[in-house]
């Protein structure tokens, strides 16, 4: 099974900062990698499908890169709504793991 | 417009069985894979069983393999989580979810297990 570390684990920052947020698998999965967004009480949000592919409807400050092995979720100028919980995952193969999340937190 | 709407929930011991609903509507279910995924109480989110568009295939973590079976029924437009020798640990919050585009997610249905 792939499995997905993420990190930090957790994130404090400002509002206007950018921040980066770090996705590894260990073993290469192309850019089958989704990033989702999940506040406290709702499903997650899809963010970045195909690890760099912007879901309608998401803000242009959030970027994604990566193939292989590595990726990155970059949010380039943090709004008070973007302070959550990020997961990355793999779809590459057919049991679809989740990284741990990264808590991003207000500083 | 997309729904999933997840139901079976409850609060259960060690040991017993459920069987967790997802009824969809809004697209054409019989064409698109779906996923159950959990999130233990302030915990991440785990990936825990898939299954084809038509069935024929599934797929499971090794945590519930043996334990859940995923199987739908394309003329109802429904997802089921089979779920047996329950744990204290699958206690979770169950979200079906479409795959693919993995755009489209239900809102959960509780499930707790406890003596």
């Known amino acids: 099974d792939i499995q997905m570390t993420q990190s930090p684990s957790s994130l404090s920052a400002s509002v206007g900062d950018g921040v980066t947020i770090t996705c590894r698998a260990s073993q290469s999965i192309s850019n089958y990698l989704n990033w989702y967004q999940q506040k406290p009480g709702k499903a997650p949000k899809l963010l970045i499908y195909a690890a760099s592919s912007l879901q309608s409807g998401v803000p242009s400050r959030f970027s994604g890169s990566g193939s292989g092995t590595d990726f990155t979720l970059t949010i380039s100028s943090l709004q008070h709504e973007d302070f959550a919980t990020y997961y990355c995952?793999?779809?590459?193969?057919?049991?679809?793991?989740f990284g741990q999340g990264t808590n991003l937190e207000i500083k | 417009e997309v729904q999933l709407l997840e139901s079976g929930g409850g609060l259960l011991q060690p040991g017993g069985s459920l069987r967790l609903s997802c009824a969809a509507s809004?697209?054409?279910?019989?064409?698109?894979?779906m996923n159950w995924v959990r999130q233990a109480p302030g915990k991440g989110l785990e990936w825990v069983s898939g299954i084809s568009d038509s069935g024929d295939s599934t797929y499971y973590a090794d945590s519930v393999k043996g334990r859940f079976t995923i199987s739908r029924d394309n003329s109802k437009n429904t997802l089921y989580l089979h779920m047996k020798s329950l744990r204290v640990e699958d206690t979770a919050l169950y979200y079906c979810a479409r795959g693919s585009s993995w755009y489209y997610w239900g809102q959960g249905t509780l499930v707790t297990v406890s003596s």
């Open positions: 809004g697209f054409t279910f019989s064409s698109r894979t």
């Open positions: 995952q793999q779809t590459y193969t057919n049991f679809h793991s």
